[in-house]
């Protein structure tokens, strides 16, 4: 049986969306290297996760919406996520469709570039080709080899040397209809001692058997900071897989802050190479389980130069018959003198038949290092309660608000106040259920 059928998509389906967008003959190759690769390649080994009866490939990828001229066309699902008064830098797209765009004059004034992947493809085809899939390579398993085919729409964002970027900037990525697929591919690079926030929502709107694959390449410069917040609310009907890896230069700074707040089952797998000397990577994560959803989610860090320091930061909250695997793995290799790598996992438990498993690893070739874990896994605190309702606070609501307060430390880190806000309803929305 040939790949073409056993993936249900063709060479000339991705052949005629790649020139479709103008895309240059390199990421063409890319693609289609891409697909035969991904018959003979193994889906990744999860702990304590079989996802080989999940929807990883049954879809239509390339779906397209049309283009609108206002906030005001967009999908509620959208606008929901969106601030109009300070929407100034924002992209959106759907399925395989960039839909939106707004990009303020003063933000290319500085030399910035945010666009559109497919834009970027054909107007800084050589910056792009610099980087892109430098970090995350099509060979590692089937889902990276899917992605790298069916790359379907994703966002460039160039940040030159020296540039600070003050305000927030804004991607959402919406997957809508039958069978449909959103695989957007993020890449960022922060030129020496820059500064960028970038912020991203992924949502669902109607339809059945929809998948998200995506994935994020961050490249941090020397000196320079980097804050990437996701949120994603995605519907019990899509199979999310989120793939992210940042490469971080001398005395740079990368920031993650997470909500994987979906319905649907998930893979997350966020790793952090501090490759400079005095580098940093901060890791902050949260999820809340329902039904019977399943989530397998990393957070990983890799030391390689000296000096360098990460801190890993995740929560869940499990009811119902939900099961979470949170794993943390902090590397340091041999010659990364200095390092100092510290990490959390921390769990509550709000069902008997909810299950959560925080696992912890520290893989340490070096010596001279610092290095510690923390990891728990336990039930809404009775003292807490009792004195919450000692003060007249019913027991559900003093349970939520023990709840949003063990969360609070990662959503109140979200840069985009809009977005910060759809998070704690999606929270609550979750927690009532």
Not at 95 to 111: D, F
Not at 220 to 241: M, P
Not at 381 to 390: A, H, P, W
């Amino acid at each position: 049986m040939g790949v073409d059928t056993q993936l249900r998509f063709s060479r000339e389906a991705i052949t005629d969306f790649s020139k479709a967008n103008q895309e240059p003959d390199w990421f063409l190759e890319k693609r289609l290297s891409a697909l035969n690769a991904a018959e003979g390649l193994a889906l990744p080994a999860l702990e304590k996760t079989k996802i080989d009866k999940w929807n990883y490939d049954q879809y239509v990828p390339f779906q397209t919406a049309g283009r609108v001229q206002s906030l005001a066309e967009l999908d509620e699902a959208v606008k929901e996520q969106v601030d109009e008064a300070n929407a100034k830098n924002l992209l959106v797209q759907k399925n395989a469709s960039s839909v939106y765009a707004a990009v303020s004059p003063e933000l290319k004034a500085q030399g910035v570039i945010f666009t559109d992947l497919a834009t970027a493809l054909r107007e800084h085809g050589e910056l792009v080709q610099k980087h892109l899939f430098q970090a995350i390579s099509a060979d590692e398993h089937k889902l990276a080899a899917l992605h790298t085919a069916l790359v379907n729409g994703g966002v460039f964002l160039y940040v030159p040397k020296n540039v600070e970027v003050t305000e927030p900037l804004q991607a959402v990525f919406e997957v809508a209809g039958e069978g449909a697929l959103i695989a957007p591919h993020v890449l960022i690079v922060a030129e020496d001692n820059s500064r960028v926030a970038y912020v991203d929502t992924f949502v669902s709107s109607t339809g059945k058997g929809m998948v998200a694959n995506s994935a994020v390449e961050v490249y941090v410069g020397a000196g320079a900071h980097v804050q990437v917040a996701s949120v994603r609310t995605l519907s019990e009907e899509v199979h999310d897989y989120a793939f992210r890896r940042a490469v971080v230069d001398r005395d740079g700074k990368m920031e993650w802050i997470l909500g994987e707040m979906n319905d649907g089952n998930t893979v997350a797998n966020n790793t952090t190479i501090l490759k400079g000397k005095g580098s940093v990577g901060d890791t902050k994560s949260i999820t809340v389980g329902t039904g019977q959803q399943r989530q397998n989610l990393t957070s990983q860090v890799q030391h390689i130069g000296t000096y360098s320091e990460s801190m890993m930061l995740s929560k869940a909250v499990m009811t119902d018959e939900a099961v979470a695997i949170l794993n943390g793995i902090t590397k340091i290799e041999h010659g990364a003198t200095k390092a100092n790598g510290e990490q959390a996992e921390n769990i509550l438990m709000l069902s008997e038949k909810a299950r959560g498993d925080a696992n912890p690893i520290l893989l340490i070739d070096e010596d001279d290092v610092k290095a510690g874990h923390a990891a728990s896994v336990g039930r809404v605190s009775e003292e807490s309660l009792y004195y919450l309702m000692s003060r007249g606070i019913p027991r559900k609501q003093a349970e939520k608000l023990i709840i949003l307060g063990f969360l609070d430390p990662v959503v109140a880190e979200i840069p985009l106040e809009e977005v910060k806000g759809r998070l704690r309803q999606a929270l609550e929305r979750k927690l009532e259920r």
